[in-house]
Nanobody
Framework: QVQLVESGGGLVQPGGSLRLSCAAAGSIVSINNMGWYRQAPGKQRGLFARITRGGSTNYADSVKGRFTVSRDNAKNTVYLQMNSLRPEDPAVYYC?????????????WGQGTQVTVSS
């Protein structure tokens, strides 16, 4: 099987920065798209950043210019650098990956990490 393990969440002041990591482990052959989702209380989980295996990225307008997604294919890890954090950014942040493992292609999720923005 495959597991995605997130790290790096926490409390930060408005305008501050955080870096999230998500490492995939298991019987992985390759990982295609990787993405970051977030879910605030009372809201649906939504995709806001995605990166292809080749490094092409897409962002939601709400984070464009502030957040940067990157990946290290050799480490099966995706990163999210979050700068200029705003009061509307707090949520549980989840990573997601399309993983080819053994002879299967499936979607996997990280466990989620809380990001809090408060002074």
């Amino acid at each position: 099987q495959v597991q995605l393990v997130e790290s790096g969440g926490g409390l930060v002041q408005p305008g501050g920065s955080l870096r999230l990591s998500c490492a995939a482990a298991g019987s992985i052959v390759s990982i295609n798209n990787m993405g970051w989702y977030r879910q605030a209380p009372g809201k649906q989980r939504g995709l806001f950043a995605r990166i292809t295996r080749g490094g092409s990225t897409n962002y939601a307008d709400s984070v464009k210019g502030r957040f940067t997604v990157s990946r290290d294919n050799a480490k099966n890890t995706v990163y999210l650098q979050m700068n200029s954090l705003r009061p509307e950014d707090p949520a549980v942040y989840y990573c997601n990956a399309d993983v080819l493992f053994l002879s299967n292609l499936d979607e996997f999720w990280g466990q989620g990490t809380q990001v809090t923005v408060s002074s």
